[in-house]
Protein backbone atom coordinates (compact mmCIF):
# COMPACT_ATOMS: atom_id res chain seq x y z
CA UNK A 1 0.00 0.00 0.00
CA UNK A 2 1.08 3.28 -0.51
CA UNK A 3 0.76 6.43 1.90
CA UNK A 4 1.27 10.13 1.76
CA UNK A 5 1.89 12.38 4.41
CA UNK A 6 1.86 15.58 4.71
CA UNK A 7 4.40 16.15 7.54
CA UNK A 8 5.86 19.03 10.08
CA UNK A 9 8.98 17.91 11.65
CA UNK A 10 8.35 20.10 14.25
CA UNK A 11 4.83 18.84 15.33
CA UNK A 12 4.30 16.19 17.54
CA UNK A 13 1.17 15.25 16.36
CA UNK A 14 2.74 14.66 12.87
CA UNK A 15 5.90 12.98 14.40
CA UNK A 16 3.54 10.64 15.97
CA UNK A 17 1.52 9.96 12.82
CA UNK A 18 4.63 9.43 11.22
CA UNK A 19 5.80 6.64 13.42
CA UNK A 20 2.74 4.97 12.96
CA UNK A 21 3.26 4.74 9.35
CA UNK A 22 6.97 3.75 9.56
CA UNK A 23 6.17 1.29 11.54
CA UNK A 24 3.32 -0.29 9.06
CA UNK A 25 4.69 -3.35 7.67
CA UNK A 26 4.70 -2.88 3.38
CA UNK A 27 3.69 0.79 3.60
CA UNK A 28 5.63 2.69 0.53
CA UNK A 29 5.75 5.98 2.27
CA UNK A 30 6.07 9.56 0.71
CA UNK A 31 6.96 12.37 3.11
CA UNK A 32 5.88 15.92 2.05
CA UNK A 33 6.74 18.48 4.44
CA UNK A 34 4.28 20.83 3.27
CA UNK A 35 5.69 24.23 4.78
CA UNK A 36 8.49 23.87 1.86
CA UNK A 37 6.43 22.07 -0.87
CA UNK A 38 2.53 23.18 -0.24
CA UNK A 39 0.14 21.48 -1.73
CA UNK A 40 -2.05 24.33 -4.34
CA UNK A 41 -5.68 25.22 -3.26
CA UNK A 42 -7.40 22.46 -5.90
CA UNK A 43 -4.90 19.09 -4.70
CA UNK A 44 -6.25 20.60 -0.82
CA UNK A 45 -9.63 20.84 -2.12
CA UNK A 46 -9.00 17.20 -3.19
CA UNK A 47 -7.79 16.11 -0.22
CA UNK A 48 -10.08 17.73 2.40
CA UNK A 49 -13.21 16.06 -0.15
CA UNK A 50 -11.86 12.82 0.26
CA UNK A 51 -11.31 12.99 3.90
CA UNK A 52 -15.17 14.29 4.01
CA UNK A 53 -14.45 17.66 5.94
CA UNK A 54 -14.64 21.25 4.90
CA UNK A 55 -11.63 23.13 4.09
CA UNK A 56 -11.90 25.44 7.23
CA UNK A 57 -11.98 22.05 9.32
CA UNK A 58 -8.64 21.87 7.81
CA UNK A 59 -7.48 25.17 9.11
CA UNK A 60 -5.05 25.16 11.67
CA UNK A 61 -5.93 28.13 14.95
CA UNK A 62 -3.48 27.83 17.38
CA UNK A 63 -0.34 29.67 16.55
CA UNK A 64 -1.97 31.81 13.52
CA UNK A 65 -3.64 34.51 12.66
CA UNK A 66 -6.25 32.66 10.81
CA UNK A 67 -9.13 33.97 13.21
CA UNK A 68 -8.25 37.57 12.82
CA UNK A 69 -8.15 37.20 9.00
CA UNK A 70 -11.75 36.29 9.22
CA UNK A 71 -10.81 32.93 8.16
CA UNK A 72 -12.94 30.78 10.10
CA UNK A 73 -16.32 31.63 8.69
CA UNK A 74 -14.95 32.56 5.01
CA UNK A 75 -15.98 30.61 2.15
CA UNK A 76 -14.00 27.15 1.12
CA UNK A 77 -12.01 29.36 -1.80
CA UNK A 78 -10.58 31.56 0.58
CA UNK A 79 -9.76 29.39 3.02
CA UNK A 80 -7.95 27.22 0.20
CA UNK A 81 -6.63 30.06 -1.20
CA UNK A 82 -5.07 31.16 2.10
CA UNK A 83 -4.24 27.58 2.90
CA UNK A 84 -2.22 27.53 -0.51
CA UNK A 85 -0.57 31.10 0.26
CA UNK A 86 0.67 30.39 3.71
CA UNK A 87 1.12 26.70 4.32
CA UNK A 88 1.48 27.70 8.09
CA UNK A 89 -2.36 27.99 8.29
CA UNK A 90 -2.81 23.85 7.32
CA UNK A 91 -3.88 21.54 10.45
CA UNK A 92 -1.11 18.66 10.22
CA UNK A 93 -0.77 16.23 9.46
CA UNK A 94 -3.05 14.94 6.57
CA UNK A 95 -2.42 11.60 5.07
CA UNK A 96 -3.24 9.87 1.94
CA UNK A 97 -4.05 6.23 1.23
CA UNK A 98 -5.73 3.76 -1.24
CA UNK A 99 -8.31 3.88 1.37
CA UNK A 100 -9.01 7.34 1.79
CA UNK A 101 -7.75 10.52 4.21
CA UNK A 102 -7.59 11.51 7.09
CA UNK A 103 -6.71 14.53 9.03
CA UNK A 104 -4.77 12.63 11.71
CA UNK A 105 -5.55 14.49 15.09
CA UNK A 106 -5.19 12.49 17.11
CA UNK A 107 -2.60 10.25 15.51
CA UNK A 108 -3.91 7.05 15.97
CA UNK A 109 -6.66 8.51 13.31
CA UNK A 110 -4.21 7.28 10.58
CA UNK A 111 -5.12 3.39 11.39
CA UNK A 112 -8.84 4.00 10.18
CA UNK A 113 -6.83 4.60 6.69
CA UNK A 114 -4.40 1.68 6.41
Known sequence: MKATIWHNPECGTSRATLAILNETPGLELTVVEYLRDPP????????????????????????????????????????LAAMAAEPRLIERPLVETENGVRLCRPADRVREIL
Do not use: H, M, Q
Open 40 to 79: GADELADLYRAAGIAPREGLRLKGTDAEARGLIGAEDSVV
